[in-house]
């Protein structure tokens, strides 16, 4: 019986286990080593790491760990999670059972793409969800807002503050887009591009243009997707946990969840999706751990 289980090896798990084995807890840290992020050639945004690659910084993550001798690291992919009593068991692909006290689910979210051709092949390198995150690297180039709705607008107004040639593209949503929107679009000199897309062509390192079915084309530097698109880990539904109409965990104080001693902290719940953020909730999670299991080992 560990003190805890973390389920995932990005920013907020390997924080999580390094608060956690600082206390002297029991940790077993569970990777599959396949993260939302494996294409992305930088991380951005994260204190004295700025443009450090992903794998880069979760071998340095592991390598921190190697110090503290209650913190375990394994390579594997849980395929079940489910409570027994007051604690939690987690199924391994193999078969292998492992129980803690508290379970941690740092698992992300796994991201559905729209199906446009070239989507696929420039995602991370031209197509984008988060302007924060790599809107810098795109700065004064022609940027496209992929979506429609309330969210499509705000999304276009937001990439003005990389570049002022910002299109939205509805991929023949026309209907989605009310007068209103399109005058305050058009205020701020976005254009709306309503066709249907066909696909996103570019010369294979870059993303250059989208191409519409009609035949015409739009230069386009960066594709960002409206928010959503993105699920869950199983683990996450399988334990019963709360989600919101787009598919994270409403967390509580220090990531708590509605399923009592189940914390889930980074892309997963509710914040922002930096890489920083997520370290923070792996280390609020940590330190609510320590404190309950102090409480019930003095009861």
Known sequence: MHDAIIVGGGPAGLNAALILGRCRRSVLLIDCGDPRNAATPRTWGLF??????PAALRAQGRADLARYPTVECRTAEVTAARREGDAFAVVLADGQTETARRLVLATGLHQDLPTVEGFDTYWTRGVHTCPYCDGYESRDQPLVAYGHGHAGVGLALELTVWSRDVTLCTDDRADSLSEADRARLDRHGIGVADGAVARLAGNGERAERLVFADGTERPCHAVFLTPGGCRPSDLITQLGCDLTP?????????EGTNVPGLYVAGDASRRVQFAVVAAAEGAMAAFAINTELLKDDAA
Do not use: A, H, M
């Open 48 to 53: 004295t790491r700025d443009g450090t690659p």
């Open 246 to 254: 787009k598919g994270i965990v409403p967390t509580g104080d220090y």
